[in-house]
Nanobody, 122 residues
Framework: QVQLVESGGGLVQAGGSLRLSCAAS????????MGWFRQSPGKERELVAA???????KYAESVKGRFTISRDNAKNTVYLQMDSLKPEDTAIYYC????????????????WGQGTQVTVSS
């Protein structure tokens, strides 16, 4: 059974930083692409950042240069370092594991964490 457990969310002032972690279990972690998504009230869930099995990354335009996704295969964990946070980054952030080593859309992700709240105050 695959489990994804996020941690690291919280309340931060604009301009501050947070690091989200997602610990995975149940499948060979290094074999699968991983992603971070977010959803705020009234909006669709959107991709924030993704990392392939090989370590290639992609980001939403709105977070490029501010967020960094990384993975530690030895710890079965994916991270999202969020710097220069803005109030519009406020959302529930979800970790997801893809069905394969590469993922291009939300529908390529088979497993989801429970989400962690990130609130950025102005």
């Amino acid at each position: 059974q695959v489990q994804l457990v996020e941690s690291g969310g919280g309340l931060v002032q604009a301009g501050g930083s947070l690091r989200l972690s997602c610990a995975a279990s149940g499948r060979p972690f290094s074999s699968y692409a991983m992603g971070w998504f977010r959803q705020s009230p009234g909006k669709e869930r959107e991709l924030v950042a993704a990392i392939t099995r090989g370590g290639s990354t992609k980001y939403a335009e709105s977070v490029k240069g501010r967020f960094t996704i990384s993975r530690d295969n030895a710890k079965n964990t994916v991270y999202l370092q969020m710097d220069s946070l803005k109030p519009e980054d406020t959302a529930i952030y979800y970790c997801a594991q893809a069905s394969s080593s590469y993922a291009s859309t939300l529908y390529d992700y088979a497993y989801w964490g429970q989400g962690t709240q990130v609130t950025v105050s102005s």
